[in-house]
């Protein structure tokens, strides 16, 4: 006991501020930036991908290279003619793009790994232009690739080819929201961070959070179900997604724009739609039941002796934190060291094997506090913890996060980097990062692995100094087969898109994949939306 | 002020003792009984529906009609031959039922409305046995009516002519759990009640909770989107549901039985078995993320002066509350009225137009009762409420809960009832009750209001000495006509099922109902799964 109290020293300190804040609540309404690993560039990000940020990434250390490189032969759609351009430039005036300098940006995805080769880009304002556009480009074979704020990892967002570009982006108005019940409702191309915004001076919050929040668009994120930090305490978007209205392959209009909690009227479609990258139906507005805004934030940086009491951890948070956790990530020493080493970010608490950020959010700061309190001292008392230290500053608390935040551009200073967002039991997560680096042994420079725990996402990282065939060959398939064998997911949350489709079968039997693609063939017959991407090659 | 807590004096001695209760945590890991609706009658039943509890229901009140009196002419699926019993017993030996009075209890629905004319009741105990059925009855083109509790309530759960009945009692196995990720996966037959007795057991409980618990199977609690009294707190089951294992309906099995948190491997498929009341495939098993156990639990019972201010008080009470609010219920005087004539239930507290259950459930007993004291204060303060009292022991919770659980049983002794399950925008809740009131007039001997107020969901009932053509004929079609009008749904938690099938257009538009359609056609092409359920007549 004494012994711990001897080591851990800082968190004895951080015990104590806790206990004195616990009398005050000068951090209520504290709102805390993103945990997202690519946290860091997707917030810089305005239009043009950075080069910086690219660099180093998995298939972007050469530039972005021709999409169909990964894709099947073009399919036989039609190509844009002058009269398409007419028709486009009569439903879209002034919102018809074909300028390649003012395309560029949207050919590009934004880990700047492949290049669509589109020479047209619509911005439409509403449902029924979009809807004009759909019934046109489906009646004419031409096929369409719908973009919200191009921040996917998967390339799913972009053109492989040709495809017309449809951008979300001037659609942009929130449509209601109601105050007593928290339902916002709001056209397809909200930014996520304006909605926050939006509902922050109404004392709410949006459910999720990104590091992309100041790009991406709510109907992206819900056409590729997107995860994120809050997961963990507000589920996942099929829970917290009440509606929505998509336009289909035809053009037709799909008014699932429900904004009631409860609906047992036939089958539930939106759940269609949501996860389905835009292969399925054009999202045009989303419903969102969205949470009140937390009174009170805190965050805690611990170190852990080994994964096993790191897990052991987890289970006492959740029992001592219950209602109020609303976080728990972890790093490794090798992210800590590649922090250090790259961006100079000093370890804050003594060196451990592993490290965990847990966060609680509450109605009540001085509640929140003792429970922190006690559920430090209970897990220092029973070994599971060897270091900490609490945030009770704002400062603190960002300087905190930016631990968990900056690993993936930390990561991006090393050399290449292969990346692999994998959901697996909780308390196998970690053994696949320990399995990995035995496996590849010398080969790779550096095998790390951080992520959410609470959700049993593992994001897994091997760094190499360049581009690395026999590499890539080591890891893959080993690691879609290590995660197929324990009944994981090897795209937790960042989606198939065009670069993990043809793995589906990892994940998913074939019965259940035919199955998309009947449903597939069913809404969009000659599959003009979004082509190349979620659906394997194979798919018959 | 000094006048508010002059007139509630429970309230303020209430508030006394819970001050006194917050240094104590006498009541931590209290249970609660269900505050369904329905909770009374069928959490009694055994197998056998009682005559007592439908007695005056609607459409019951001269037992059973045969189902088909509100279905369609019988579709041209086969008969029965004695060639397929030879087959089904070969398969389910000693599992074939055919004894008529066997039969009997899985014809008649719980409500004992309607009455089917099977000849056959299937009881397979794995999911191969269920894929050989399918399989068989697909290519003889039997229909197939799958049962779980036969708890349902708008007669999806029981044969409408000669189908044969599949029922998931003897599929009753927990497959797995862990204990870290609360992660449940077990076999469709499972009895609500025996899981959450096996979770509580491991510090956990399931995330919904019905007053059929009893009796409902999980496997049917997830085929027709239960809600229940849990939805406030936990979501609805498209949130916690992770997996679910089906056959289809030519005795494929598809297996998206995942335990994972995060997958986004292409479609999620099971959303379309979720709420689609077995018309789509025959769930077998299902996996589940549970919440851990609260270890404080409290309730409330408040009045309120105007509904208006009932609905100030659910906005301070989710502010207030927040992390911990876990049920607000309200019922309205007429129910009061109701419960002291037929039950001899006296009010305890005094006469209000409105009243109030709200339950707390949170992990820290002493945390949890300041929380409620400081909100009741506050409620008092600003008037919103006029008397109440606060539930400090076991015995009192559950007095407390009644109030709102046997309004239904209340309700069966005032004549005949018309029902209806509505959601509505919170704020509209209680103008249909007034409205409905105000058009009947002298017509209804009375029209109640009760009901989940946090899920915005009403349960309206209309009383009235006994069948009346005419008033049912002044009900419908303007409670839906009303609910249409203000975006609601026609069914809140019930389903369709054979009751409802026809009224789907006033919740959802044509285009919606056509693609559901066009997917039960797709899975189920011979339409041998559940006919005459859920979609209408009408669907071509």
């Known amino acids: 006991m004494a012994g711990i109290f001897q080591r851990a020293s800082k968190l004895r300190t951080a015990l104590r501020c806790l206990s004195l804040r616990c009398s005050l609540s000068s951090t209520a309404g504290t709102r805390l930036s993103p945990a997202d690993p690519y946290g860091p560039f997707l917030s810089c990000l305005s239009s043009v991908p950075s080069v910086v940020s690219a660099r180093g990434l998995h298939a972007g250390a050469d530039g972005p290279e021709p999409s169909p490189a990964a894709a099947p032969e073009r399919r036989s759609f039609s190509r844009v003619t002058p009269e398409d351009l007419a028709f486009f430039r009569k439903v879209l005036p002034g919102r018809t793009i074909t300028d390649p300098d003012l395309l560029e940006s949207s050919n590009v995805d934004w880990l700047r790994s492949v290049r669509g080769s589109s020479e047209v880009l619509l911005r439409p304002q509403t449902t029924e232009e979009v809807s004009q556009i759909l019934s046109y480009c489906n009646?004419?074979?031409?096929?369409?690739?719908?973009?919200?704020?191009?921040?996917?990892?998967?390339?799913?967002?972009?053109?492989?080819?040709?495809?017309?570009?449809?951008?979300?982006?001037?659609?942009?108005?929130?449509?209601?929201?109601?105050?007593?019940?928290?339902?916002?409702?709001?056209?397809?191309?909200?930014?996520?961070?304006?909605?926050?915004?939006?509902?922050?001076?109404?004392?709410?919050?949006?459910?999720?959070?990104?590091?992309?929040?100041?790009?991406?668009?709510?109907?992206?994120?819900?056409?590729?179900?997107?995860?994120?930090?809050?997961?963990?305490?507000?589920?996942?978007?099929?829970?917290?997604?009440?509606?929505?209205?998509?336009?289909?392959?035809?053009?037709?209009?799909?008014?699932?724009?429900?904004?009631?909690?409860?609906?047992?009227?036939?089958?539930?479609?939106?759940?269609?739609?949501?996860?389905?990258?835009?292969?399925?139906?054009?999202?045009?507005?989303?419903?969102?039941?969205?949470?009140?805004k937390p009174k009170s934030v805190n965050v805690v940086f611990l170190g852990c002796e080994t994964f096993e009491q790191l897990l052991q951890t987890f289970q006492l948070c959740r029992g001592m934190l219950g209602e109020i956790l609303s976080a728990f990530e972890f790093l490794d020493s090798e992210c800590m060291r590649l922090l250090n080493t790259h961006l100079k970010i000093s370890n804050p608490i003594s060196d451990c094997p592993f490290y965990v950020v847990i966060e609680t959010s509450g109605s009540d700061a001085t509640h929140d506090g003792e429970k922190l309190h006690n559920f430090l001292e209970e897990a220092m008392t029973s070994s599971f913890i060897a270091d900490g230290t609490v945030a009770t500053e704002d400062s603190k608390i960002k300087a905190l996060w930016s631990l968990r935040e900056r690993v993936t551009e930390a990561l991006t200073h090393e050399g290449y980097t292969y990346k692999y967002d994998v959901s697996l039991p909780v308390d196998r997560i970690y053994q696949m990062v320990t399995d990995m680096r035995e496996h590849l042994g010398d080969r790779a420079k550096s095998v790390v692995g951080y992520g959410h725990v609470g959700d049993g996402n593992l994001h897994l990282n091997i760094t190499s100094p360049a581009k690395d065939a026999a590499l890539l060959a080591a890891i893959e398939p080993f690691v879609y087969e290590w995660t197929a064998g324990c009944q994981g997911s090897i795209s937790a949350e960042h989606g198939l898109g065009l670069k993990k489709r043809n793995y589906i079968y990892y994940s998913k039997p074939s019965q259940a994949v035919a199955l998309m693609g009947n449903i597939k063939a069913m809404l969009d017959p000659k599959g003009i939306l979004n082509p190349y991407k979620t659906l394997p090659d194979n798919l018959q």
């Open 139 to 292: 009646s004419r074979n031409l096929a369409i690739n719908t973009q919200g704020g191009n921040t996917g990892l998967v390339s799913g967002s972009v053109p492989v080819y040709d495809e017309i570009i449809l951008s979300t982006a001037l659609m942009n108005n929130v449509l209601s929201f109601d105050s007593i019940s928290g339902i916002l409702t709001c056209q397809a191309g909200c930014v996520l961070e304006n909605l926050s915004l939006y509902l922050e001076d109404r004392d709410y919050i949006m459910p999720l959070d990104l590091g992309s929040k100041g790009s991406c668009h709510i109907g992206g994120n819900v056409a590729t179900n997107a995860g994120g930090l809050r997961l963990l305490r507000y589920g996942s978007l099929h829970g917290t997604v009440l509606g929505v209205e998509v336009v289909l392959a035809d053009g037709r209009v799909l008014d699932c724009l429900t904004t009631l909690r409860k609906d047992n009227t036939g089958y539930d479609l939106k759940h269609l739609f949501i996860g389905s990258e835009g292969t399925l139906g054009v999202i045009t507005a989303v419903s969102v039941l969205c949470p009140r």
